[in-house]
């Protein structure tokens, strides 16, 4: 079965940190760039972080530069999200997307809550 499960959200105050964690499984995930995305209620859902297949190129949204760091471990067909001095603004359903050439992939997302 493919899948991407998402765990590691959660509710913390402003200036913690989340690692979120997305694991894959029922494809060769080392083929694929891997994506986190997030979500805000009322808003669309905008792209957080890439990195690529080997890890070896990320890129991320201008307003998480410095703050999260996307990494990923293919032995442990494993994508995560290191987010640290977290903003309420930071509040939404975060999701991880795998894709390659006509194939994408899609987790069910993780909730978190940055208030004080």
């Known amino acids: 079965q493919v899948q991407l499960v998402e765990s590691g959200g959660g509710l913390v105050q402003p200036g913690e940190s989340l690692r979120l964690s997305c694991a894959a499984s029922?494809?060769?995930?080392?083929?694929?760039?891997m994506s986190w995305y997030r979500q805000a209620p009322g808003n669309e859902r905008e792209l957080v972080a890439t990195i690529s297949t080997t890890g070896s190129s990320t890129n991320y949204a201008d307003s998480v530069k410095g703050r999260f760091a996307i990494s990923r471990d293919n032995a442990k067909n494993t994508v995560y999200l290191q987010m640290n001095s977290l903003k309420p603004s930071d509040t939404a359903v975060y999701y991880c997307?795998?894709?390659?050439?006509?194939?994408?992939?899609w987790g069910q997302g993780t909730q978190v809550t940055v208030s004080s």
């Open positions: 997307k795998a894709s390659r050439t006509f194939h994408t992939v």
């Open positions: 029922g494809f060769t995930f080392s083929s694929y760039g």
